[in-house]
């Protein structure tokens, strides 16, 4: 594990979203001001054979919202973004995360994956998470109001052989659960009984970061194995054990293991914190994790860039550019 030492120098943090953050025409403004946008995502179309500008400014909606399509379109979102940000004379950051498939892009701006073959893998995962489980076997639900160990409790109680377990846990109080669809919808009866504050289905076809997407991870390990993965440049805290790699062996079983086991994104927080970053920007579309981020931890100075206003802003407080 990669190793650094707490100093009042290291304050700032980048993260990346994932999934569920994208919508139609989503970084316009931003690549009216910055030609690294357009320029990134023309990269991104090449490597797919695919016109990526086309979909994510004009749609259609339901094609962006497939997940073989929503990852490499949020990957090269991040990317763009994080381009934007350096030749804005933007600092590099101390530390990166990404929320799930934002993990990819934290690790294509640390250096550790080329972008293009990031892209192509990406959205690998999301064919092989499609085929992974039959259309309308599994969902995924969110609960709010309620502990962690409640949370596994309830699953526990819910699987009647089936799986549903925690996916992702966001927040403190907010937790994503995911499975079979009838185990799902077990659970969330017993979260209401248990004074859940919410209860939320999330429209989603695919159960992520839960056992059914076993097979899914095996294929993707054999991918990874084919990648050229490098020591990143700078540490990422990756979802699966909220810690930092440096070998490519360590970074591709994190990634693998990231496919079936739940994203642990308050430990991920917490890690930035505690190493002593204070500020967080957001790279990518809409502003999901600093929302998350800010409930995590209070004292955070948290920041999105999605749109020139938000690259200037945060680029004054920092006093770069």
């Not at 009042?8 to 931003?30: K, N, Y």
């Not at 357009?38 to 695919?50: C, H, V, Y």
């Not at 079983?253 to 079936?260: M, P």
Request: with cysteine; charged share 20%; hydrophobic share 50%.
């Amino acid at each position: 594990m990669l190793q650094m030492e707490m100093t009042t120098s290291i304050t700032l943090a980048m993260v990346f979203p994932g999934q569920g953050s994208q919508s139609v025409g989503m970084l316009a403004s931003l690549a009216m001001a910055d030609p690294h946008v357009r320029a990134t995502f023309a990269e991104a179309s090449e490597a797919l054979g695919e016109d990526l500008w086309a979909l994510v400014s004009s749609g259609p909606e339901a094609r962006l919202n497939q997940t073989e399509c929503t990852q490499p379109a949020m990957l090269t979102a991040g990317v763009a973004v994080w381009r934007a940000w350096r030749a804005a004379g933007g600092p590099a950051p101390a530390r990166l995360a990404g929320h799930s498939l934002g993990e990819y892009t934290a690790l294509v701006c640390a250096g550790a994956l080329d972008f293009a073959p990031a892209v192509r893998i990406t959205r690998l995962r999301g064919q092989l998470m499609q085929a992974a489980v039959a259309p309308g076997a599994g969902a995924m639900a969110a609960i709010l109001g309620l502990e962690d160990d409640a949370v596994r409790a309830l699953c526990t109680a819910a699987a009647a052989g089936q799986v549903v377990a925690a996916a992702n846990f966001n927040a403190p109080g907010q937790v994503v659960i995911a499975g079979h669809a009838e185990a799902v919808a077990r659970a969330v009866e017993l979260a209401r009984g248990a004074g859940a504050r919410r209860v939320v289905p999330l429209p989603v076809s695919v159960p992520s970061h839960c056992a059914l997407m076993g097979p899914a991870a095996e294929r993707l390990a054999a991918e990874l194995e084919r990648a050229d993965v490098r020591s990143p440049s700078i540490p990422v805290v990756q979802n699966a054990d909220a810690a930092t790699h440096d070998t490519p062996a360590e970074i591709r079983a994190a990634l693998v293991r990231q496919l079936d086991h739940p994203v642990r994104w308050v430990e991920t927080v917490r890690d930035l914190a505690q190493r002593g970053c204070t500020t967080l920007l957001e790279c990518g579309p809409g502003k999901v994790l600093s929302g998350l981020n800010r409930r995590i931890d209070k004292r955070l100075d948290v920041r999105c860039i999605e749109d020139p206003e938000g690259l200037s802003e945060a680029l004054r407080s920092l006093g770069a550019g």
